[in-house]
């Protein structure tokens, strides 16, 4: 069993920036791949960024150049740093983790608010 605890979201202005951290704990050993997505209001959820243990990173292209993925293996943590962020990037994010044995554990959801 894996459990993913992320932080870092808020409420911040047009062009602000913010880090989303998450923190993953059990049996972590099996972790083939670490992400996020996010969920606005009425649309679906959707894939913000993935990296991979062999370093493959995958984005979404409306947050390419912008948002930028990392990890830190020895704290089995992984970041999501969000700049130049604007009101379409309001929405719930969720941490992701996929084992090499084929399961996906998620995070609770952090709100990200983008608004003057």
């Known amino acids: 069993q894996v459990h993913l605890a992320e932080s870092g979201g808020g409420l911040v202005q047009p062009g602000e920036s913010l880090r989303l951290s998450c923190v993953a704990s059990g049996r972590t050993r099996s972790i083939d791949a670490m992400g996020w997505y996010r969920q606005a209001p009425g649309k679906e959820r959707e894939l913000v960024a993935r990296l991979t243990n062999g370093g493959s990173v995958n984005y979404a292209d409306s947050v390419k150049g912008r948002f930028t993925i990392s990890r830190d293996n020895a704290k089995n943590t992984v970041y999501l740093r969000m700049n130049s962020l604007s009101p379409e990037d309001t929405a719930v994010y969720y941490c992701?983790?996929?084992?090499?044995?084929?399961?996906?554990?998620w995070g609770q959801g952090t709100q990200v608010t983008v608004s003057s």
């Open positions: 992701y983790l996929d084992t090499y044995m084929g399961n996906t554990y």
